[in-house]
């Protein structure tokens, strides 16, 4: 799993996006998740991380890899750190960046991370 900049996080949905922008809220609600908080919930990484964390922990590191990428001017790090908070309190291993300088935008984080970025994804689907 690779997060880049994620969001939303929060698990009621009214994090950053909710106060800075509600009609992009709205419009994330309604297209992503046909307006229906239940359907949020249950596909929220918070959730998604709880139902599987007994799984990804018996399973070898090889075969599960979790990386987790946001700018530390991103308006979403917030949520993203306690996203951190929670996966670390599960026991899940997994690689964080904060990556200086840059704001939500997924283009800054990947010119920063540069083949950092593709030796993941090779590590994942085995490439060598």
Not at 60 to 74: C, E, K
Not at 96 to 107: C, Q, S
Request: hydrophobic letters at 45%; charged letters at 20%; aromatic letters at 12%.
């Amino acid at each position: 799993m690779s997060m880049l900049g994620a969001g939303p996080l929060d698990l009621d949905f009214n994090g950053p996006r909710a106060t800075g922008n509600p009609a992009e809220r709205a419009q994330i609600l309604r297209d992503v998740y046909s307006d229906d908080m239940s359907y949020y919930i249950a596909q929220n990484p918070f959730t998604v991380a709880e139902q599987y964390a007994a799984t990804i922990r018996g399973t070898p590191r090889a075969l599960t890899r979790f990386r987790q990428v946001v700018g530390s001017l991103d308006f979403t790090l917030p949520a993203n750190e306690e996203f951190r908070a929670h996966i670390s309190r599960l026991a899940i291993v997994q690689a964080y960046f904060l990556v200086p300088n840059v704001e939500h935008n997924v283009m800054g984080l990947f010119e920063v991370l540069g083949d950092r970025n593709w030796a993941f994804y090779r590590a994942v689907f085995g490439a060598r």
